[in-house]
């Protein structure tokens, strides 16, 4: 009927249009981001590269903190990555944090944006060995990343480092 021809048409007409992904996004920027952490980029985010995130250089022993309320989707140690967690929080965003020294939280729990939710690294001698050739950037350093419904987004676009 004349209904299902109407929502055929709008599905088919909102399929290109970008504008309303956009304006979702425009609002991501109204939001009171926290720093994860403070210290330098040290890589920026590259979707090309597949690095779908920025790397934050640290002071050791430097707090990591939940950029916005959230609840923990994740809190695991990974050989690659250290320990990681992975915050779900409204707006259908979700934030990642990956080469943590320590966890504080666990998956289910309810974080405050602001909270601190992990550390990063002493900086040992075990750790000065493990200096990445690519980069020569010792660990340290906080790989963040920032997704909207499945899309990588640049950190640096929302958050001010």
């Not at 309320?69 to 320990?83: E, Q």
């Amino acid at each position: 009927g004349k209904e299902a021809k109407f929502v055929d048409e709008f599905e088919q007409k909102e399929k290109y249009n970008l504008t309303s992904q956009a304006s979702t996004v425009g609002a991501l920027q109204e939001l009171h981001f926290y720093r994860p952490t403070q210290g330098m980029i040290v890589r920026k985010f590259d979707a090309n590269l597949r690095h779908y995130g920025v790397d934050i250089a640290e002071s050791p022993g430097e707090s990591v903190l939940a950029i916005l309320d959230g609840t923990v989707i994740m809190s695991d140690y990974t050989a690659n990555d250290g320990y990681m967690l992975v915050v779900q929080h409204k707006q259908n965003l979700t934030s990642v944090y990956r080469n943590c020294h320590a966890v504080l939280k666990k998956a289910g729990d309810k974080v405050i944006g602001g909270e601190v939710i992990a550390t990063l690294g002493k900086d040992t001698e075990a750790d000065k060995e493990k200096e990445t050739t690519e980069t020569n950037i010792k660990k340290p350093y906080l790989h963040f990343e920032l997704w909207h419904r499945g899309e990588a987004l640049n950190p640096e676009i929302y958050i001010a480092f």
